[in-house]
């Protein structure tokens, strides 16, 4: 009895070694444009640290379970680039890609759409065309909700300063990133990656915002495609990878990606609660994520309350709503 006990327990181990994760498996890239968290939170930045340094801590935010920490991305531009440990599958008819935001919806509506604090970034992927585990393929953008009334081929430039980032884009636009009583670090600007400007380029989306008079301004979510748009429960928020484009926006197929990049997408400035920054908290493969447990034959999760908590229940084992063992 123990010697087949012994059997299983090594079958099972070697399964798990080899089960592909649902989540996030590296972080290749983190490039924030400037906001009012750069500089101070999500991820937290200090005075010595490096690109290098950040990347890593970035790295240990995103990867594994969905939801443990935040980055933010800061105004228009700025992005993250990770990848899977295997090929995101497209499969017809199904939603395949999940990027998880910190969006809630207040409960209004406006022209038809639910006023939320949606701060959209656009969604990039990519293949693993010449198998060398890199993201250094053609990147195609997913077409959203607003891909329609997107500015393709857009750029803007960013001015190193330690007051209000200026900037100019390729329109003929120029704005700020604004300073708030809020968030007092040194500069509002990334510096560990230039002390003088910084370029952006991508696709800009038309502003989503809702103002209510008195100075409150609320965002309206899009009807789907972006990331940071719509609620982590949503199928809105879920992706569908056969709404990639190419180049000229027109659409392609892709049997499978592997890497994704998310970038914000929109220019707006949200008045005393700052710029529009996407933040982001995870990504999951959908396939993976809504069957490893029945593959496995997990015990079931239950929910509880728990000390006045709400907790994840499996098995033996008890988990915060984050994830985190308890």
């Known amino acids: 009895m123990k010697k087949l006990l012994h059997v299983i327990f090594m079958a ?123 993201p250094d393929d053609p990147w195609y953008e997913i ?39 809020w968030h007092q670090q040194e500069t509002y600007f990334p510096y560990w990656e230039s002390m003088d400007s910084l370029v952006f380029s991508g696709t800009l989306l038309p502003p989503n915002m809702y103002d209510k008079g008195n100075g409150v301004i609320r965002s309206v979510a899009y009807d789907y495609g972006y990331a940071d748009n719509q609620p982590n429960d949503s199928i809105a928020a ?20 592997r890497f994704v990049r998310v970038q914000t997408g929109v220019q707006v400035d949200w008045g005393i609660s700052g710029e529009m920054s996407t933040e982001i908290c995870g990504a999951a493969d959908l396939h993976i994520a809504t069957s490893l447990v029945n593959h496995l034959q997990l015990p079931k999760a239950e929910k509880r309350m728990q000390n006045g908590q709400l907790v994840i229940c499996i098995g033996e084992r008890t988990y915060d709503i984050f994830g985190n063992r308890l």
């Open 12 to 134: 099972y181990i070697s399964l798990s070694a080899y089960a592909q994760s649902p989540y996030i498996n590296k972080v290749y890239a983190y490039h924030p444009a400037p906001g009012q968290f750069i500089g101070e939170h999500y991820p937290d930045v200090y005075a010595d640290d490096t690109y290098e340094s950040i990347l890593t801590r970035v790295d240990s935010a995103l990867t594994g379970a969905a939801g443990n920490a935040m980055i933010t991305l800061g105004a228009w531009g700025g992005s993250v680039t990770f990848g899977f440990d295997h090929d995101v599958q497209n499969r017809p008819g199904e939603r395949d890609l999940l990027v998880y935001g910190n969006v809630y919806f207040t409960g209004e509506m406006a022209d038809g759409h639910a006023v939320s604090s949606s701060e959209p970034g656009i969604i990039w992927v990519s293949e693993d065309v010449n198998g060398n585990g890199l």
């Open 143 to 181: 077409a959203g909700s607003a891909s329609a009334q997107a500015i393709r081929d857009y750029q803007v430039t960013y001015y190193y300063s330690t007051e209000d980032i200026q900037w100019i884009d390729n329109q003929g636009n120029t704005g700020s990133i604004k300073r708030n009583t």
């Open 238 to 257: 879920q992706i569908d990878l056969d709404w990639a484009i190419n180049a000229a926006g027109e659409p392609v197929h892709l049997d499978a990606i």
